[in-house]
């Protein structure tokens, strides 16, 4: 492999390195008109992964389409990425009739098994039990599945990580650990969440390899992911990947880091914007152009604005759904109380 | 027919379950080599081998974590989790997790699996090793809750757990575990969500559940002599709850007892007897009876521990007290 930093000509297909490239875009307009969104109260909820583009989308482009997700709270646009349409997407976080999981989770934790992601939990670390549990299924049905487990820094100090760590490493389980350091855990800095001199060191102590990579340059991230993927798949066990990289923006719609975090830093880290990283490597490769870019992201923005537009035309979601799914079969005491409860007033907007 | 004891019927269950269906695979701490700490589940790793039934480090979330896990991608797994106490280790994946993501996802994603669990009195192993913790399963949604009484109906409800598309939570007792009885030869399944009419009576209904079935079938056999006569009802499932039985037995006899090893607050007698006072009122003759363990933690000395749990000689003289 040439060195990362002085790559003369690209290490990937042109197709693979310019979908990374324009969903990175997608995801950072996306982002951008979501919280707009927030902040003018048509979205009650929101996570960007702004200046974390890189990690999640060079790392999920890695896996094959039977694959599984199970993300943190991050990587809804792997989803994008794996052929999620926009709209239903959106749906997900106005929590509307669009909605293909009806309402029931709050925005930024859609899924689809469509495209093989399941829910993120706001339980943090649960994931990562469940993902390695996938993972000794497909090894069990003999089948060539990986599974993509992500996490944040924060996620690391919970017991769920180290024992779904420790179950990988001892049943060799196909699955991959994708950690995002971002640097921050809400506001808990990663120099306070763990005394360890990495999160990549923590996989030694659970029997398997962890590489550290620079979660900004998609070229990096996406070689060690696809190096651990294609490890998994062929029977060689779990790796633990951290991306180290850096977020942005604030946790959530309902945080604000300029309380805890000093905004030169943030300055520092908004020079090694992932987007600028990877667009300059295209450029220099002579396969994008600033025509292109423009195209881009005019096109992109056009995209995003016209499935809010539609988005927003749905409906909510009909009340008698919520009954729905709890259990497979509808149960009599559920319909009961579906009753009693349709015999009753709306509340909520429609009541006002 | 053949007699098993209790614990015979749950290796007996699994092994039916896994020779049909090569989906349903096995996993908890020393369930494999060593059959089991109660001795359930001997045989299995010889029948079925260690890639279906496996051995696991010791991670109550991990194995509760990793099943739900195989159940969202195809697999149907039965996890153990040696004591029922050790839920609150994994509660996190039982009641925020494997009863909630159908219903997130919108159904897209099944997770039929099954944790079975040692649960209950009988042992002197205490607060942390002996509670009965069915209640705490039953007040969360989207999860199912078994209970069986003798070995014929842990044998058939384990395998209609198994079959079921639902994550069933299945408690077996561990005081019941050396107890025999008759279950029918080959292949047998049972149904979730139906209780059982033990025994007719014309006075009271006594409701049970588990350990404290026979406990209640003798107290209603020294009530008879005295010239109370009591129906007796084996709940056998709190999720589904079979309402129509229970609100059927009460009305004939217009008293209703319940016997459960719940602390007082919140155990499933509070809710039987609010669907009771709710659906029955004018047929009562009565007040509604709870025998429960007292809310407090369970003792682990004898003498203790014996003088927590409801016994026969208290539910006689609960009901000679207040069924007249």
Redesign the interface.
């Known amino acids: 492999m040439q060195p990362l930093h002085k790559l003369e000509t690209p290490p990937l297909p042109r197709e693979i390195l310019l979908r990374i490239y324009r969903e990175m875009v997608r995801l950072r307009t996306l982002d951008e008109r979501m919280m707009t969104l927030q902040r003018q109260g048509r979205v009650g909820f929101y996570g960007a992964c702004t200046g974390q583009e890189a990690a999640t989308l060079a790392s999920a482009i890695a896996l094959e389409k039977s694959d599984?997700i199970?993300p943190a709270l991050r990587e809804g646009g792997a989803m994008l990425l794996r052929g999620f349409p926009l709209v239903p997407y959106l749906c997900q976080i106005f929590g509307n009739a669009g909605d293909?999981?009806?309402g029931?989770?709050m925005p930024s934790?859609m899924?689809?098994?469509s495209v093989h992601q399941?829910?993120w939990?706001s339980?943090i670390g649960?994931q990562?039990?469940?993902?390695?549990?996938?993972?000794?299924?497909?090894k069990?049905?003999g089948d060539r599945?990986v599974?993509a487990a992500y996490l944040g820094d924060g996620a690391t100090s919970e017991?769920?990580f180290h024992?779904?760590l420790?179950?990988a490493g001892?049943f060799k389980a196909p699955v991959v650990f994708i950690c995002q350091n971002n640097h921050w855990a809400i506001s808990v800095p990663s120099s306070k969440q763990t005394a360890s001199e990495s999160i990549a060191i923590k996989a030694q102590a659970y029997g398997f390899g962890g590489v550290k990579v620079d979660g900004n340059d998609a070229v990096a991230v996406h070689a060690a992911v696809k190096q651990a993927v294609d490890k998994a798949r062929s029977g060689g066990g779990p790796t633990l990947v951290e991306c180290e990289t850096y977020r942005i923006g604030a946790h959530s719609s309902s945080d604000d880091p300029t309380r805890y975090r000093d905004e030169r830093e943030v300055e520092q880290w908004r020079k090694r914007d992932p987007l600028d990283l990877l667009r300059g490597r295209l450029q220099s490769w002579g396969i994008w152009s600033a025509r292109e870019e423009d195209e881009l992201r005019a096109k992109v923005l056009e995209e995003v604005n016209a499935a809010i537009a539609e988005a927003e035309k749905k409906p909510e979601p009909p009340r008698e759904s919520l009954f729905?799914?709890?259990?497979?079969?509808l149960?009599w005491?559920l319909r009961e109380q579906r009753e009693e409860l349709l015999a009753s007033p709306p509340a909520g907007k429609t009541s006002q | 027919m053949a007699e098993l004891t209790y614990r015979e019927a749950v290796a007996a269950g699994i092994a039916q379950e896994m020779e049909r269906d090569e989906r349903v695979?096995f996993l908890g701490e020393d369930v494999a080599a060593a059959g089991g700490v109660f001795k359930t589940t001997v045989g299995l790793l010889e029948k079925f081998g260690p890639?279906?039934v496996r051995d696991?480090?010791i991670?109550e979330?991990?194995i509760?974590?990793?099943?739900?896990?195989?159940?969202?991608?195809?697999?149907r797994?039965i996890a153990e989790i040696m004591f029922s106490d050790f839920f609150g280790v994994s509660w996190?994946?039982i009641a925020?997790?494997i009863a909630k993501?159908?219903?997130?996802?919108?159904?897209?994603?099944?997770l039929p699996l099954v944790i079975r669990t040692a649960n209950g009195s009988g042992s002197r192993f205490g607060a942390q090793h002996s509670q009965s913790v069915e209640n705490w399963v039953m007040a969360v949604?989207?999860l199912?809750v078994v209970a069986p009484s003798n070995p014929a109906d842990v044998k058939g409800l384990l395998a209609a757990a198994v079959r079921d598309?639902?994550p069933v939570i299945f408690f077996e007792h561990k005081g019941l575990y050396a107890t025999k009885g008759e279950v029918p030869d080959g292949e047998h399944v049972d149904r979730l969500g139906t209780a059982k009419v033990l025994r007719q009576g014309s006075d009271v209904t006594i409701v049970a559940l588990a350990a404290m079935v026979p406990r209640a079938l003798q107290a209603a056999q020294r009530l008879e002599k005295e010239g109370i006569s009591a129906t007796v009802v084996d709940l056998r499932s709190l999720v589904?709850?079979d309402?129509k039985t229970l609100l059927v037995e009460t009305k004939k006899t217009g008293r209703l007892y319940t016997v459960e090893e719940n602390p007082r607050l919140c155990g499933w007698g509070a809710e039987i007897a609010s669907i009771v006072a709710e659906e029955a009122f004018y047929d009562l003759d009565g007040p509604i009876v709870r025998i429960t363990t007292p809310h407090v933690p369970l003792p682990a000395a004898d003498e203790l521990e014996d003088n927590t749990v409801p016994t026969v000689e208290r539910i006689v003289e609960t009901v000679r007290r207040t069924a007249g």
């Open positions: 599984w199970f293909e999981t009806k029931r989770q934790h899924a689809s098994k399941v829910s939990s339980c649960t990562l039990p469940q993902a390695v549990g996938a993972a000794m299924a497909a069990i049905k599945t599974v017991g769920d024992v779904a420790n179950f001892v729905e799914d709890v259990y497979s079969v149960p005491s | 695979v890639c279906r696991t480090p991670s979330q991990a509760v974590g990793a099943a739900m896990g195989a159940a969202m991608t195809g697999l797994p996190d994946m925020n997790e993501a159908r219903y997130m996802c919108a159904g897209q994603l099944a949604p989207g199912k598309p639902d589904p709850l309402t």
